[in-house]
């Protein structure tokens, strides 16, 4: 007498849930990274908060409209976009076998006999060589996620979605602050050029000066030399200074997804940007600011699911398997002879030179690898923002003290030129004043750069706003 189907079926279950309660979970992941209670150099009195808008902040019109020119229209946040698409199609495809998979079956098939008797493998015979045949069933198969594995591999594949999600908002803050900095950049050459004209125009009027005195016999060969190479030095400033402006302008235009030809800046002059002060909150908070970061822990997450899957490959797995259907000589009767048949299975690896063992191994180590990533995010994450605050409070201090020399620079050229045209100072004098009167006000625009640029950089540090739950 045949043994019933269903009590061995119970037994083969019963002994999956006996190994499935011996098998552990993975442990804990220990992140190892304490945030200080403080930042270092925070700026004093700040108290604006970052927000999703930080470019605003700016002041600027033309700015906001290249954002949001570089928002819609760059390739490299569509090509992020897509990878977010590849990830949810990913997820879908993991998440898929918790589920029993159903499928649906119409066949029909002519055999026919071309000569002798036949034989065991066919259905025609030397008496009735053509038989025609029609068959419909559906099929369910399933296999018992008992070890959790195919649970992981969908955990997996949805904290890969969300670090594919978060690694967009990184791009995108990328690209956002890129473009502010060249925007900055695009301005401040063009400022630096407009100097480094008036400059020339000046020390060409000085120049015409000391070709007078010349004339007259009352400035030297020397003198007169010493001012046309000064001229000379100026002029060639002025291709180097449009060579970076162009350069700026090109990047730009790059980051905007369009030829530089295309590229339309108005007519904003560098001195209308502003920068406000920022308040960088708590370095506690940075862990759900940054995406990069965010991001990074996904990453870690997944991988931590990858070794459940690879756990589970090393224990043995359980198929379900179930058909309904029907078989007939001939189609009108295909309906009329229904049947069912019912399946299980158990699959154990028992040898495989070490293969899933080495996978799981893979997976540990991959998991080691990432924990130790997410930490060094964590660390440049917070040395980002330290050196953005760093570089605020020296820039603020430089320009102080530049403001100075500027104005003092300023004064002297003027008392110089006054003096020497009047005869009381000699030509050295005015020369020497003339130098440091360009280059004071060269480095004033390239400090008031920095400090943007600064500015720009502890909003990319901070995360622009961006927040996640995790």
């Given at each position: ?50 927000n ?34 590849q ?10 076998p ?14 026919k ?53 978060f690694d ?29 004209e ?49 350069e700026?302008?090109?990047?730009l ?40 970061i ?42 009329r ?8 299975g ?49 820039l ?41 009167l ?16 600064a ?16």
């Amino acid at each position: 007498m045949n043994k019933p189907y269903v009590p061995s079926h119970l037994c083969v279950l019963s002994l999956c849930l006996l190994i499935s309660a011996c098998a552990g979970r993975p442990p804990s992941i220990d992140r190892g990274i304490v945030p200080p209670a403080a930042w270092q150099y925070a700026e004093r009195d700040a108290a604006q908060s970052v927000n999703a808008q930080w470019w605003t902040r700016f002041g600027s019109a033309p700015l906001n409209r290249l954002i949001e020119q570089a928002r819609r229209d760059s390739f490299d946040v569509a090509a992020a976009m897509a990878r977010v698409r590849q990830a949810q199609a990913s997820a879908v495809i993991a998440g898929a076998p918790l589920l029993p998979e159903v499928k649906a079956n119409l066949t029909t098939s002519h055999q026919k006999l071309l000569r002798g008797a036949g034989g065991p493998d066919l259905d025609a015979s030397e008496s009735d060589d053509a038989v025609n045949n029609f068959g419909a069933n559906l099929t369910a198969s399933y296999e018992v996620d008992f070890w959790g594995g195919r649970a992981a591999a969908r955990d997996s594949a949805l904290h890969n979605l969300r670090a594919s999600e978060f690694d967009q908002a990184t791009v995108e803050l990328t690209l956002l602050g890129n473009v502010a900095d060249r925007y900055a950049q695009t301005l401040a050459s063009d400022q630096r050029r407009h100097i480094a004209e008036l400059n020339l125009a000046n020390a060409r009027n000085v120049l015409a000066l000391v070709q007078t005195r010349y004339d007259a016999g009352s400035a030297t060969a020397l003198e007169l030399a010493q001012q046309k190479s000064l001229v000379a030095g100026q002029q060639r400033q002025l291709p180097l200074i449009a060579q970076q402006a162009e350069e700026s302008r090109i990047t730009l235009a790059a980051l905007l997804g369009q030829p530089v030809q295309a590229l339309d800046l108005g007519a904003e002059p560098f001195q209308a940007l502003t920068w406000p002060s920022i308040g960088a909150g708590l370095p506690s908070q940075l862990l759900s600011r940054r995406p990069d970061i965010a991001k990074a822990e996904a990453q870690l997450a997944a991988a931590q699911a990858d070794v459940t899957v690879a756990r589970a490959a090393l224990l043995p797995a359980i198929t379900l398997g179930a058909t309904l259907g029907s078989d007939a000589y001939k189609a009108i009767d295909v309906l009329r002879s229904p049947y069912y048949t019912l399946t299980a299975g158990l699959v154990a690896p028992i040898f495989n030179n070490g293969r899933l063992s080495a996978e799981r191994d893979k997976a540990r180590a991959r998991q080691d690898e990432l924990l130790q990533t997410y930490r060094g995010t964590l660390i440049n994450g917070f040395a980002d923002v330290e050196k953005a605050l760093s570089g605020i409070t020296r820039l603020d201090q430089q320009r102080q003290w530049q403001d100075e020399e500027l104005r003092q620079a300023q004064t002297a050229f003027q008392i110089a030129q006054q003096r020497y045209q009047a005869g009381a100072a000699d030509w050295l004098t005015v020369l020497e004043t003339q130098r440091t009167l360009y280059a004071a006000q060269d480095l004033n625009v390239q400090l008031r750069l920095s400090r943007l640029q600064a500015s720009i950089a502890l909003y990319k540090a901070l995360g622009g706003g961006w927040k996640t739950d995790i």
